[in-house]
């Protein structure tokens, strides 16, 4: 069978355009699997917050049996906490600007959090009380996961930022619409290190 020159260019530019549609589907599903590792570290912090914020009332209701004329603490922590559980984002159109309120809500109730366990030693009793060591053991489980939470995340955002500003990825993802996604950033002052007095 002889096939003329037609035939042999026909036949090679189909083979070059299956090379390239299949090279294309890959990188395609590249992105995609990248940015569903994204979202599904972004869901797993989520969690943690959420673990954080479903602790809080049992920890301000404990502490308040012992202390009870902390009300000013107790109420900045269940305020800190209502502002943060009310910033929801979605992390596949965040805008610095997002990121950087919804952190400040979580750094907020953070420090509301450590204003409340620095105000319990000087309540003995709530120290020595099982359910509220129990409820601090808890908490303080849960920051570690938020913490290792945030690096995982970050860590996902950068892999996939890398992916979508790298040539010729650039190209198929500004094509198909994938754009760059915003991380966690040190909080301002992140570097000084706390004044402590004595």
């Given at each position: 069978?002889?096939?003329?020159?037609?035939?042999?260019g026909?036949i090679?530019v189909?083979?070059?355009?299956?090379?390239?549609?299949?090279?294309?589907?890959?990188?395609y599903n590249?992105?995609?699997?990248?940015?569903?590792?994204v979202t599904?570290?972004?869901?797993?912090?989520?969690?943690?917050?959420?673990?954080r914020?479903?602790l809080i009332?049992n920890?301000?209701?404990?502490?308040?049996?012992?202390a009870?004329h902390?009300?000013?603490?107790?109420?900045?922590v269940?305020?800190a906490?209502?502002?943060a559980?009310?910033?929801?984002i979605d992390?596949?159109?965040a805008?610095?600007?997002?990121?950087?309120?919804?952190q400040?809500?979580?750094?907020?109730?953070?420090q509301a959090?450590?204003?409340?366990l620095a105000?319990t030693?000087n309540?003995?009793?709530?120290?020595a009380?099982?359910?509220?060591?129990?409820?601090?053991?808890?908490?303080?489980g849960?920051e570690?996961?938020?913490?290792?939470?945030?690096?995982?995340?970050?860590?996902?955002?950068?892999?996939?930022?890398?992916?979508?500003?790298?040539f010729?990825?650039?190209?198929?993802a500004?094509?198909f619409g994938f754009?760059?996604k915003?991380g966690?950033?040190?909080?301002?002052?992140?570097?000084n290190a706390?004044t402590?007095q004595?």
């Amino acid at each position: 069978m002889n096939l003329s020159r037609t035939q042999i260019g026909l036949i090679a530019v189909i083979l070059f355009l299956l090379s390239l549609g299949g090279c294309t589907v890959s990188k395609y599903n590249g992105l995609v699997q990248q940015d569903e590792a994204v979202t599904r570290s972004w869901s797993d912090l989520q969690s943690a917050y959420q673990r954080r914020a479903d602790l809080i009332p049992n920890l301000v209701a404990t502490v308040k049996g012992y202390a009870k004329h902390e009300s000013e603490t107790l109420e900045g922590v269940v305020a800190a906490r209502a502002k943060a559980t009310q910033i929801t984002i979605d992390p596949s159109k965040a805008t610095p600007e997002q990121m950087t309120a919804f952190q400040k809500s979580q750094g907020e109730l953070s420090q509301a959090l450590g204003r409340l366990l620095a105000v319990t030693e000087n309540y003995p009793d709530l120290k020595a009380a099982e359910n509220f060591s129990q409820l601090q053991a808890q908490l303080e489980g849960t920051e570690n996961r938020i913490n290792e939470g945030r690096k995982l995340y970050n860590e996902q955002v950068r892999t996939y930022n890398i992916m979508v500003r790298s040539f010729p990825m650039n190209l198929l993802a500004g094509f198909f619409g994938f754009q760059q996604k915003q991380g966690f950033a040190a909080s301002e002052g992140a570097q000084n290190a706390p004044t402590v007095q004595f």
